[in-house]
C-alpha cells in the first residue's frame, strides 16, 4: 500500500512541475512589415536589427522580438561570397529561413565593351550602379558630370 501511494505522490509532484513551466514556443515567423534588410554589399557585416520575430506559443498567445535579440542565433551568412543565401534563423528550437542577397558594390551596364587601339572611351552609354550600407541603389548615368572616366 505504501509503493502505490509513494508513486501517486511522485507523479502530482511532476505534474505540477511541469505546470509551471508556462507556454511552450509552438511557431517563428517574420510578418511582412517586420522584414530586415535583405541586400547587403560585398563585405558588410551582417545587419538584422531592422527586423522582427514574431513568436507564437502553443497557448495562442503571441510576442514580438528584435531579430538582434541575444536567443536568436542566425546561420548561413557569407559576407565575401556574392550572391543569394538562405539565412537559418532559429528561436527556441524553431526555425525559419530568410533569403537574402550579397551585391558587389559598383556594377556596369550598357557600356560598349569592345574598343580598338586610339578608340575613345564612349560615355554616352551605360551606367554605373552603386549599393548603399542600406540596400538601395543609385544609377547613374556614365555622362553624368559626377563622373570621371580615366
Do not use: W
Not at 512589415?33 to 498567445?61: E, R
Amino acid at each position: 500500500m505504501l509503493i502505490p501511494l509513494v508513486l501517486v505522490s511522485i507523479l502530482l509532484v511532476c505534474a505540477a512541475c511541469d505546470s509551471n513551466k508556462g507556454p511552450v514556443v509552438s511557431g517563428i515567423s517574420i510578418q511582412p512589415n517586420d522584414k530586415p534588410q535583405t541586400v547587403f554589399v560585398k563585405g558588410q557585416d551582417l545587419d538584422l536589427s531592422a527586423g522582427k520575430l514574431t513568436v507564437t506559443n502553443d497557448d495562442g498567445t503571441q510576442k514580438v522580438i528584435e531579430l538582434n535579440d541575444p536567443a536568436i542565433t542566425v546561420t548561413g551568412h557569407d559576407k565575401n561570397t556574392v550572391g543569394d543565401q538562405n539565412l537559418v534563423i532559429t528561436y527556441e528550437g524553431k526555425s525559419i529561413n530568410l533569403s537574402i542577397s550579397v551585391v558587389e558594390r559598383m556594377t556596369f551596364t550598357g557600356y560598349e565593351k569592345e574598343y580598338f587601339v586610339n578608340d575613345k572611351f564612349n560615355t554616352s552609354r551605360g551606367s554605373v550602379v552603386v549599393v548603399k550600407d542600406d540596400g538601395s541603389k543609385i544609377t547613374v548615368r556614365l555622362n553624368d558630370p559626377t563622373i570621371s572616366v580615366d
